[in-house]
């Protein structure tokens, strides 16, 4: 599949390196396209895990670190507007959800995506993921004319609930970029990079996959995930 | 962040002991667990920016430690600290790495309230 040219694309996800794994290939893409491009990231995963042993950064100093690589991340992608949103990881859950869907609206008033990039709720594993995909879809259930509503899914049991996904967008092109974008975040992607790189010396398909192709389901709102909120 | 030496740790704790400071106090096992092990229980707890005045504070134990602070109606303590540091403001923090070097605990006391 071609990535179709938009008006402008919104993404929304909650940490630093959220955006490199999924969604960095078809960003670069639109922005290669001439669209504008938004990423809206919620915290600054202040509670990674990732810290080293021996340590290479505390709690309190990690925030600071993956600010810096999630502008590189940006930097990589090409992409110019970059929102940090200021809340704090492992949270969003517990803000109030109409203040959640508040800024969510905010955003798309503002930006008039004619695209939006988020998770898929349900199927997107970590509560933050969870929480932001919820305040994006109700933000954008209460909107006349609705943009493409493009969601990331991940979940054990996503195969088994909603089938394959119904958008995959061949990325070969921005290989690097996204490559780029992945190692941007190497305070929490090293082991994870090294892997790769092993499997994908062993012509591991699905490693490859990865660098390729790019998944999305379309938002259901006839299955929407909730009757009403 | 240096490996924990319980004297030197000691007198660190002790500096602090008798005065207002926030408490960041921290367990976790990852937002993933259960995604990569369906069968794993997960648990955790987070407390930050909660004042506390501990009367007595104590590091014991081999690494890894177990470091508690007595309150004049309770207690806090940490059990999995490996590595602290006195950072450059002045805040005690103290960790619990593992060896794939993910952090499982943390705790962490400073006189000034920690960022949001």
């Known amino acids: 599949m071609t990535i179709p040219q938009e008006r402008h694309v919104l993404v929304v996800f909650p940490h630093p390196d959220d955006e490199a794994f999924g969604v960095s290939g078809t960003i670069t893409t639109h922005i290669q396209q001439g669209t504008p491009v938004t990423y809206a990231c919620l915290t600054l995963g202040e509670m990674g895990r990732n810290l080293g042993n021996p340590p290479f950064a505390t709690r309190e100093s990690l925030p600071v670190i993956r600010k810096k690589e999630l502008q590189a991340s940006a930097d990589a992608m090409g992409l110019t ?45 970590h509560p933050d993921h969870e929480a932001t995909a919820r305040a994006v879809v109700r933000a ?9 509503l493009h969601c990331v899914a991940f979940a054990n049991n996503t195969l ?14 921005v290989r690097d970029q996204k490559m780029n974008s992945m190692k941007a975040h190497i305070s929490q992607t090293a082991w994870m990079l090294e892997e790769m790189e092993h499997k994908l010396q062993q012509g591991d398909t699905e490693t490859e996959n990865w660098l390729t192709k790019e998944r999305f389901y379309n938002y259901r709102w006839h299955e929407d995930f909730e009757k009403s909120f | 962040m240096e490996l924990v030496e319980v004297k030197k740790l000691q007198v660190e704790l002790d500096a602090f002991a008798g005065k207002d400071v926030y408490l960041h106090l921290e367990t976790t096992n990852g937002s993933y667990a259960t995604h990569f092990n369906e069968g794993f229980f997960n648990a955790g707890a987070f407390i930050r920016n909660v004042v506390i005045n501990y009367e007595l504070g104590k590091v014991v134990g081999d690494s890894p430690h177990r470091v508690g602070l007595k309150l004049p109606h309770g207690w806090v303590y940490a059990q999995g600290i490996t590595h602290y540091e006195l950072d450059d403001q002045g805040r005690l923090l103290l960790a619990g790495h593992d060896g794939t070097g993910k952090l499982a605990v943390a705790l962490q006391i400073s006189e000034t309230p920690f960022s949001y």
Do not use: C, H, W
Request: aromatic residues 8%; negative net charge; proline residues 6%.
């Open chain 1, 81 to 125: 507007d970059l929102r940090m949103m200021g809340l704090r990881d492992k949270t969003i859950e517990f803000e109030d959800d109409e203040k959640m869907v508040g800024l969510m609206t905010d955003l798309i008033e503002e930006l008039n995506p004619s695209k939006i990039i988020t998770f898929y709720p349900d199927f997107a594993v």
């Open chain 1, 160 to 173: 088994e609930m909603l089938g394959q996904p119904d958008v995959v967008y061949d990325i070969r092109e």
């Open chain 1, 140 to 148: 954008v259930r209460r909107m006349k004319d609705r943009p493409t």
